[in-house]
């Protein structure tokens, strides 16, 4: 029986859709669309079945499509200029054929790419390089910024990781849309309680004196976790209790991100990108551990898994059958994890290799269900209802 779901996949050349039609082992690839854009992230609204998909760089600018139909047709929101404008202002037939109109994009330069996208409560959120907030009440048609987080004490004191200061999370609360949280490379976790207007800056540790000393320097010092967080989420129930994958190990927060405790224990590497929440139980959680960010960046021993607590991160368990376990060397990169809300819940990751597995029984076993796409920056879920 098909669960009926699509996957939207961002990468390097553009964005693809796969989607379940019909049954759990068969799955259909469409794609490139957004005209071969980077895609950096894209999002769906189950509702109304409106796709997202975010992206672009120094060749493009910045831009977020909108597709209505199921990914059939999509418009552009171009927000910043890049490259082939300027290419276009001098050169009348490159602007001809790529159809140029010389309108001036709404923030100009300010930024070279849209990195993150979230949708609640009827506005929508997108998070760029460098990094900053900018949100729409229109559906993506118009754009503002959120200028209370630019405006932050600290952003003088900000500084990018090894892709950039990008704004690469965004976490709403779905019981208050005044709540939203961000997370930032390498400036850490940001939360506002007001709709935007202040934000306050949350990487403090529960214990700093049990964190011990480390000389990596996206390692916790000072008291707090440590800046460079990779990916964030939610665990579903009335408490802010929240999950972060850091550049130096898995921390869960039970009060909102105001203190963190360091769940790394049991789990191979402090090393990784994504991490996963279940959609009901916010003691089960899925992160993929990497070997390092200096010794390659691969799964440990070159052998695939997923790795789940059910238990809040108390205790770790290995996933690994159906992945491959010799000679694996890929990236599964920070918003490249995603999840769907059935029963059992599934668990879909892309590669930078180009492959994407799922597991519809939570974690237990895997199938790959697509392969030699481009390198894949993305994965989120578009379920029907």
């Known amino acids: 029986m098909s669960r009926g779901e699509t996957l939207l996949v961002g990468t390097t050349k553009g964005l693809f859709l796969i989607k379940d039609n019909t049954d759990n082992k068969v799955w259909s690839v469409s794609g490139p669309h957004c005209d071969g854009w980077p895609i950096n992230h894209a999002i769906g609204d189950p509702a109304t079945g409106t796709i997202w998909a975010g992206g672009g760089g120094e060749w493009h600018g910045a831009g977020i499509w909108r597709s209505e139909d199921g ?11 890049g490259q082939m404008d300027d290419w276009a202002a001098t050169d009348p037939d490159f602007a001809q054929m790529i159809g140029w109109t010389g309108a001036e994009p709404l923030f100009g330069s300010d930024f070279a ?4 996208l979230g949708h609640a409560h009827g506005r929508l959120y997108a998070g760029t390089k460098p990094a900053s907030l900018i949100a729409s009440d229109d559906g993506g048609v118009s754009w503002q910024s959120v200028q209370g987080l630019s405006d932050h ?48 800056r949350r990487n403090r540790l529960s214990n700093a004196e ?22 964030m989420m939610r665990a579903p129930g009335g408490g802010d209790v929240l ?21 790394t224990e049991g789990l191979p590497s402090t090393f990784g990108f994504p991490i996963r929440v279940h959609p009901r139980d916010p003691d089960t959680i899925w992160t993929l551990p990497l070997n390092g960010d200096t010794a390659g960046r691969f799964p440990p021993g070159a052998a695939a898994a997923v790795w789940r607590s059910r238990d809040g991160g108390q205790s770790w368990q290995a996933m690994r059958d159906g992945l491959p376990q010799q000679s694996c060397y890929f990236t599964v990169l920070r918003q490249a994890m995603a999840g769907d809300s059935r029963d059992p819940a599934g668990i879909y990751f892309g590669t930078n290799s180009g492959s994407v597995f799922a597991s519809l029984d939570e974690g237990d076993t895997w199938d790959e269900i697509a392969r030699h796409l481009p390198t894949i920056l993305a994965v989120e879920v578009l379920e029907r209802g």
Not at 172 to 197: H, M, Q, R
């Open 113 to 116: 790419q849209i990195w993150s």
């Open 71 to 81: 990914g059939r047709n999509w418009a552009l929101a171009k927000l910043t200029k």
């Open 153 to 200: 004490p600290s952003r003088p004191d900000w500084n990018g990781g090894a892709a950039g200061l990008v704004l690469h999370t965004i976490v709403a609360d779905p019981a208050d849309p005044k709540n939203l949280w961000v997370g930032i490379s390498a400036a850490g976790v940001f939360a506002t309680e007001d709709g935007g207007e202040t934000w306050d």
């Open 210 to 231: 049990a964190c011990g000393h480390h000389h990596h320097p996206a390692a916790p010092r000072d008291g707090e976790t440590g800046h460079c967080v990779h990916n």
């Open 243 to 263: 999950y972060q994958q850091n550049h130096h190990g898995v921390w869960r927060s039970s009060d909102g991100g105001r203190s963190w405790d360091d769940i």
